[in-house]
């Protein structure tokens, strides 16, 4: 991901962004670009190993920032940087963090201006380690690990991969847009935390031939932008995905499917356990009774299609005796009150969110209203990631206490 962080999603915030001495810190400054364009005010504190790596200009050029690397900066006006950096930082984010800071973070050192602002702050404290993969199975780097948890700190990563030693394995920093995606992550409410989600989402195919079907044009960006909305609101999500060009959100478990039939099969396989479901999909209402084949080939004569109706997922999900906490969308076209109230009821949802296809199918933005038991509640018009999180919010008050 992400087509979404364009939206500003860390405006208003300051984050402080330490950089240690790995080769990845090249990769911090592509971090510091993303994060100032997801809205947030960068302010980069560079160790003197992180400026072999990658210079101070580079930082101040992309955060638009003065860039940090003495703690006796006369810069500073009281000569207290390593205090006043963090004063009203929302977080301080280490990336990369070596396994030489990382020591340093558990034992409380503070011989640089990053290690003493990292013991001097009030401000949560994220770290991405990159090390190579020995360094990091080492047993004083897992004991470090286990300690900086315990201690409260983020830790984002590291992923598996080549490293720049040659070697695979464990060790790689995050990459810049995944970085950026966690800490939009890390600030979001938790009120799905423990849950397990699972979603449909965008158009099914129905084969007529074996090049040949029937779809729509569903684009599947509001339920992806449901899916990431809810794994940043600490769930569990299975997303059971329809064909769409859309990269899967961080932390989605995707299982791809193309008819309906296929999508009903792997709901009910993803469902035991399963706290929410959330039909987001526009499952095609009728599919070929059959499908040929071979290609059918072209013939001056009409051609007619017979069609049989495709099973309505998610009221078969809703009418189990176990039923999770279902979610319907309705799009329509005219009479948005009626017509979603009335799917709301025939399908037994306790939630549904209605929108008028000419506000929101296949766009970025979205108008919807959320219908329940108890009336209509309209959202604003919004991005389309903004209409997820209020729906997620809405549908968490919504759930039974577990
Ligand atoms: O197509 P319809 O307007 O009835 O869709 C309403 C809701 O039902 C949507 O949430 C959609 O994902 C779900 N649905 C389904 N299986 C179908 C048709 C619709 O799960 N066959």
Not at 103 to 112: E, P, R
Not at 361 to 389: I, M, S, T, W, Y
């Amino acid at each position: 991901m992400n087509n979404t962080i364009g939206m500003i999603e860390l405006k208003g915030r300051k984050l402080v962004l330490g950089v240690t001495g790995g080769v990845a810190a090249y990769k911090a400054a592509e971090l510091v670009r993303l994060l100032g364009k997801a809205g947030a005010d960068v302010h980069v504190v560079l160790t003197e190993g992180g400026a072999r790596f990658v210079t101070a200009v580079t930082f101040q050029a992309l955060s638009g920032n003065p860039v940090w690397t003495d703690l006796w900066d006369p810069r500073m006006d009281n000569n207290m940087a390593h205090i006043d950096l963090t004063r009203d930082a929302d977080a301080i984010l280490v990336a990369p963090a070596t396994a030489d800071v990382m020591a340093k973070l558990v034992l409380g050192l503070a011989d640089d201006l990053l290690t003493t602002l990292c013991l001097a702050r009030e401000c949560p404290l994220l770290v991405a380690p990159a090390m190579n993969r020995q360094m990091w199975e080492n047993p004083a780097t897992r004991r470090n690990v286990a300690q900086l948890a315990a201690d409260g700190v983020a830790l984002l990563g590291p992923g598996a991969g080549e490293q720049a030693c040659g070697e695979v394995g464990l060790g790689r920093m995050l990459e810049p847009e995944e970085l950026c995606e966690a800490v939009i992550a890390f600030f979001q409410p938790k009120p799905l935390a423990g849950r397990r989600v699972v979603m449909t989402a965008g158009p099914t195919f129905e084969a007529i031939d074996p090049v040949r079907g029937i779809t729509n044009s569903s684009s599947g960006k509001m339920a992806y932008g449901l899916a990431r909305a809810c794994v940043q609101a600490g769930a569990e999500v299975t997303l059971v995905s329809g064909p769409v060009a859309l990269p899967v959100p961080a932390g989605v478990e995707k299982v791809p499917v193309r008819s309906a039939l296929e999508m009903r099969d792997a709901v009910f396989a993803a469902l035991p356990g399963a706290d929410v479901f959330i039909g987001v999909a526009a499952v095609a209402d009728y599919r070929p009774v059959t499908s040929a084949e071979h290609k059918i080939k072209k013939s001056g004569a009409e051609l007619s299609l017979t069609l049989t109706p495709n099973p309505d997922i998610l009221a078969e999900v809703a009418s189990l005796p176990q039923a999770p906490f279902c979610v319907g969308f309705a799009a329509e076209s005219r009479d948005l009150d009626t017509y979603a109230e009335g799917k709301r009821k025939a399908k037994k949802l306790p939630l549904i969110v209605g929108n008028l296809v000419q506000d929101g199918l296949g766009g970025d933005d979205n108008q919807v209203v959320l219908f329940d038991e108890q009336g209509r509640h309209p959202l604003p018009k919004a991005p389309k990631p903004e209409v997820a999180r209020a729906i997620v919010a809405h549908l968490a008050a919504l759930l039974p206490v577990s």
